[in-house]
């Protein structure tokens, strides 16, 4: 059975640092994409970053300069650096695998105080 487990997110200050993972587990995930979408209170679901198995890197325009995606194939595990914090990026953010299947995780608040 796959299982896609975010952490790492929390309350931090407007300007800070937060660093979420994601670990996928139950099958083999080769060619599969990996990233992370995000959803703030009354609003639909938004792209924020993805990575390819051989690592292209897309990002949404706002959170680029900010943002960095990161993959660990071995372990399939996703990571997302979020430096330089604003309110407006408070949300639930969700991990997603992209392949012949997509796979999704519970979520994680991240909630950014001015």
């Known amino acids: 059975q796959v299982q896609v487990v975010e952490s790492g997110g929390g309350l931090v200050q407007a300007g800070g640092s937060l660093r979420l993972s994601c670990a996928a587990s139950?099958?083999?995930?080769?060619?599969?994409?990996m990233g992370w979408f995000r959803q703030a209170p009354g609003k639909e679901r938004e792209f924020v970053a993805a990575?390819?198995?051989?690592?292209?890197?897309y990002y949404a325009d706002s959170v680029k300069g900010r943002f960095t995606i990161s993959r660990d194939n071995a372990k399939n595990t996703v990571y997302l650096q979020m430096n330089s914090l604003k309110p407006e990026d408070t949300a639930v953010y969700y991990c997603?695998?992209?392949?012949?299947?997509?796979?999704w995780g519970q979520g994680t608040q991240v909630t950014v105080s001015s």
């Open positions: 139950g099958r083999t995930f080769s060619r599969y994409a």
């Open positions: 990575i390819s198995w051989s690592g292209r890197i």
């Open positions: 997603n695998l992209n392949g012949p299947q997509d796979y």
